[in-house]
Structures are given as C-alpha cells and as structure tokens.
C-alpha cells in the first residue's frame, strides 16, 4: 500500500496527490479524520510516508488546499459512490404518455399498464389519456372516468395522483407519480367486461421531454 502505487492513475483522474501536490503548505487531515492543522507540505508529505498512505488533495480551491492521509484506492471507491449518488438524485425526469381506448383489448391494456409501471419505477411522471373519438366523445363522464380508472388499477406498481382524471383535447386524461413502493394485491387482476369499440390499430405509446 501507499504512497506512489497509484501516482500514475491519479494524474489520469486529475486527482493531486503525494509529490503531485505542489503548494508550500496544506490544512492536513488524518486517516481518521483528525486535523492537523496548516503543515508544510514537506511534513504532510512525511506523515503519509510514516503512515504508509497516501497524501491526497480533497479541497483544491480552498486556502491553503486540503488534503487528505488516506489510501488512494480507498479514496476512489468512496468518489465513485458519491458521483453515483449524485447522478442518480440529477436524472432528468420525463413525463410518459400512455394512451388507452375503450376498445383496447385486455392484454394490450396489460401491456401497457407494465410500461406505466416501469416508467413510474424509474421516477418518471406518467400522463394517462383515454382517447375518445365519435361518439365516445358524447358518452357521459362518470362512464368514461370508470374506464380509465379500470386501467389505473392495473397498474403492477404504486402511484399516486398528480393530476386528477380531467378532460383534455384527446378525450380524458390523469397524471401519476411513483410512490417508489410496489403496489400489494394479486399480480393481474381481472379486468371487467369493457364495451368494444370497432376494430382498430392500436394506439403507440407516446415519450416526451418536460
């Protein structure tokens, strides 16, 4: 362990360490996190060797530059975890639209009921819309809302409602959010008797960016 191991894999991740560090002094901390307070960087230099550890620069802005006695492998491991954790916080959310009709059929609403949950899953917000045409368009609200509410409930994964069910230009529509919970009970539930619309191509499912 220690010191000049990984000199060479530093310099490629721009990370400063041991003679790499070229500053007159450091605010020094030790491997356990002790403060040694402002050393030459000849004898911050020398407790890494004694310790048989590696001297790594933390906080380079900072007056003078932070650094660290720890092990470079070490050090990298937990920098890794961190940037991981932070990318993930950071990922962009999408909202997903899904678009059902009264018409389609029990496996494609499955189908699509699994995209919605693994949309929601992932942390996206999922618009839900009933698409109505002809005379499904005049049918009475509490009818149409039924019917998608028959499609949330087939949805595998736990949700709430961000928007509630509304009218829109495609007929009716809700939005969801993940609740990062599975939903408990049975794993298809059956799904009622719908009415069938005429036949027809069944819709795609539509992705679009916030």
Request: aromatic share 8%; net charge positive.
């Amino acid at each position: 362990m220690g010191f000049t191991k990984y000199t060479t894999q530093a310099e490629k991740t721009r990370v400063r360490m041991n003679e790499g560090i070229r500053v007159p002094e450091v605010r020094c901390l030790g491997p356990g996190g002790e403060n040694y307070g402002i050393l030459k960087i000849e004898e911050a230099l020398q407790k890494a060797k004694e310790a048989g550890l590696d001297l790594i620069e933390v906080s380079p802005n900072a007056q003078p530059p932070v650094c660290k006695i720890t092990d470079y492998g070490k050090f990298k491991y937990e920098q890794n975890k961190k940037d991981k954790e932070i990318k993930s916080k950071t990922r962009v959310s999408e909202t997903k639209e899904i678009q059902v009709k009264i018409g389609t059929s029990d496996n494609d609403m499955r189908i699509k009921a699994g995209k919605a949950a693994g949309w929601l899953k992932e942390g996206h917000r999922v618009k839900v819309d009933l698409f109505l045409w002809g005379r499904y368009k005049y049918m009475e609200f509490g009818f149409l809302k039924e019917r998608l509410e028959r499609f949330l409930a087939i949805i595998p994964e736990s949700y709430k409602i961000a928007d509630e069910i509304k009218k829109s230009p495609k007929g009716l529509s809700v939005a969801l959010e993940g609740t990062g919970s599975k939903k408990s009970g049975p794993k298809n539930p059956p799904l009622s008797n719908t009415p069938r619309a005429p036949e027809e191509t069944s819709a795609e499912t539509i992705t679009k960016v916030d």
